[in-house]
């Protein structure tokens, strides 16, 4: 049986690659999502990456995460992080263990940027790696 791991991405990720590549690097959402279905496959995970402008479509996929019995589930949501009380509270209702993911580190940059609705909810976090941060994330989700 293999487990599948959620990686649930917010508003204007799927510009990455495009967007201030200084801060966020070259690579794509779909070079993420590459990288990391090759990863996962030795570790027996199935990797179900989305990503939405959509506040309310992230919250609707933090629950089908749980619905469909996934192992854990990889958040980045991008500016949501810092907004969204509805993304907090999607994640304290659901058992799937939830970890937060960023490609700059948030604690280095702007003061509004310092808060994480999503981090107070997560079970842990991992920052300022880069696009690499999305493994390590896997790597974690793989131990749980």
């Not at 293999?2 to 201030?20: A, C, K, S």
């Not at 027996?44 to 089908?64: F, K, P, V």
């Not at 995460?65 to 192992?71: E, L, P, V």
């Not at 940059?109 to 994330?137: P, T």
Request: aromatic share 6%; with cysteine; glycine share 8%.
């Amino acid at each position: 049986m293999t487990d599948t791991v959620f990686v649930l991405n917010g508003p204007n990720l799927n510009l990455l690659g495009v967007r201030e590549p200084e801060i966020y690097g070259a690579d794509t959402l779909d070079d993420i999502a590459t990288r990391l279905e090759e990863r996962a496959k030795p570790l027996g995970i199935a990797i179900e990456m989305r990503q939405s402008n959509h506040e309310g479509h992230l919250c609707d996929w933090l629950h089908e995460a749980q619905s469909d019995g996934a192992k854990a589930v990889i958040l980045n949501a991008g500016a949501l992080t810092h907004t969204s009380l509805a993304l907090y509270d999607a994640i304290k209702s659901i058992k799937t263990p939830v970890i937060e993911v960023h490609i700059s580190n948030p604690a280095a940059r702007e003061a509004y940027r310092h808060k994480s609705y999503v981090g107070m909810a997560a079970l842990g976090s991992i920052a300022g790696f880069g696009a690499y941060g999305y493994e390590l994330a896997l790597d974690a989700a793989s131990k749980l």
